[in-house]
């Protein structure tokens, strides 16, 4: 699979901040603030720590196509009871290298 330069930016943020903090997992973090202009808030840690650089318009497609690519796996994805938009979702790296 083919991937877009946005997913491959992506995979090498992910890469670099996973390298750094010596682990192989990071999370997507989705959080609905409640009232306009603001709205849902979405974003990416390792280790607690926000990762900047990446195009957040697309994260969700992004992953998911990282995640069909054999580049990432979802460990763990949990909702919280009172707003479903609020989502905290556990990957991890593989060890796949891109085609």
């Known amino acids: 699979m083919k991937l877009t330069p946005s997913q491959i930016n992506l995979l090498s943020v992910l890469k670099i901040a996973t390298k750094q903090a010596q ?16 709205g849902q808030y979405q974003w990416l840690e390792v280790v607690g720590k926000e990762l900047k650089n990446i195009n957040l318009l697309s994260i969700e497609a992004d992953l998911a196509s990282l995640e069909k690519a054999s580049q990432i796996y979802k ?15 556990i990957y991890k790296l593989t060890t796949e290298e891109i085609n």
């Open 23 to 38: 682990t192989d997992e990071f999370m997507y973090k989705s959080e609905w603030l409640g009232y306009l202009p603001f």
């Open 75 to 89: 460990v763990k994805e949990m909702m919280s009871s009172f707003e479903e938009e609020d989502i905290l979702i």
